[in-house]
């Protein structure tokens, strides 16, 4: 059974830059499409970015386009998401998710989901 494991969340003022990444013990990802996630306490779980298997194609919503990254190193097995100029609205719980397939931001189209690490942005 494939699980993922997120880490690099905390607090970090405005402005600043935090780098989750998403990891499988003892499983390849290869062949694994990854998107990443966040919840907002009160909001409904909100598609982030995603990335193809062959890391050659990827999607971020247009909240975070321009300030979100993502990529994958297969050779570490982990995908990992690059947030800079974070804002207030940027915190939340963020989870991992990872699907045969496309890349998509629709949370229901993953099978598989990490346990979420927290990000607070606050001065």
């Known amino acids: 059974q494939l699980q993922l494991v997120e880490s690099g969340g905390g607090l970090v003022q405005p402005g600043g830059s935090l780098r989750l990444s998403c990891a499988a013990p003892?499983?390849?990802?290869?062949?694994?499409?990854i998107g990443w996630f966040r919840q907002a306490p009160g909001k409904e779980r909100e598609g982030v970015s995603c990335?193809?298997?062959?890391?050659?194609?990827?999607h971020n919503a247009d909240s975070v386009k321009g300030r979100f990254t993502i990529s994958r190193d297969d050779a570490k097995n982990t995908v990992y998401l690059q947030m800079n100029s974070l804002q207030p609205e940027d915190t939340a719980v963020y989870y991992c998710?990872?699907?045969?397939?496309?890349?998509?931001?629709?949370?229901?189209?993953?099978?598989?989901w990490g346990q979420g690490t927290q990000v607070t942005v606050s001065s």
């Open positions: 998710a990872a699907r045969l397939g496309v890349g998509k931001l629709v949370a229901s189209e993953y099978d598989y």
């Open positions: 990335i193809s298997a062959s890391g050659g194609s990827f």
């Open positions: 003892g499983f390849s990802l290869d062949y694994f499409a």
